[in-house]
């Protein structure tokens, strides 16, 4: 008698076994993907502040970068257009032509890849969101002047599992760097 096929049950069992494989593999697998994930969140910052230095220095405008903090939500905005921009922001309006959207985002607004926020900043000079109306709820304004001249500024990305990575920009050259990744020990000292 020969047998050409598997029963329900050695099939159950093998899909039974796969399952436990992936459940006790996932946790060696989630680190590594955080990781990348925080890195790529830093790229994508640093390509943020070139792109904006290089709009200042072709347009001859000022232009600002802001974000929420404790969020992935960001935007770059010409510094004459961040008043209007901000308040609209932070009142969450969907006035018609606003491009707000009924959540509360802009249509210019970019977003960090999921599960990296920002977590900090140092910004010196610090050129205050709030005086634009945004009722604090922005950060402070990294700003891109037309000569090529920036704001220095240090701002944190954290990912899910609290490891941190610091992204600075120099504020005469206009160079930013990407720091080395902190885990969650580190932080918490």
Do not use: C
């Not at 770059?76 to 309006?93: E, F, K, N, P, R």
């Amino acid at each position: 008698m020969s047998r050409r096929a598997f029963t329900l049950l050695e099939t159950v069992l093998v899909l039974s076994l796969l399952v436990i494989l992936a459940a006790m593999a996932w946790p060696a697998l989630k680190g590594p993907m955080s990781g990348h994930r925080l890195r790529r969140s830093a790229d994508q910052v640093r390509a943020e502040w070139a792109r904006a230095r290089n709009r200042a220095m072709l347009s001859g405008e000022i232009q600002a970068f802001v974000y929420l903090p404790g969020s992935d939500r960001f935007r770059v905005v010409a510094y004459a257009d961040a008043q209007g921009t901000l308040q609209q922001a932070a009142a969450g309006s969907n006035a018609a032509g606003s491009g707000t959207t009924a959540s509360g985002t802009s249509a210019g607004d970019r977003f960090l890849p999921a599960g990296v926020v920002f977590a900090a900043s140092t910004i010196s000079p610090a050129a205050s969101a709030a005086a634009f109306g945004a009722q604090g709820s922005w950060s402070d304004m990294i700003l891109f002047y037309p000569d090529g001249t920036t704001t220095n500024a240090t701002v944190t990305l954290e990912s899910e599992d609290g490891r941190q990575v610091p992204v600075e920009l120099r504020g005469v050259t206009g160079g930013s760097r990407a720091g080395e990744m902190i885990s969650a020990r580190e932080v918490g000292r």
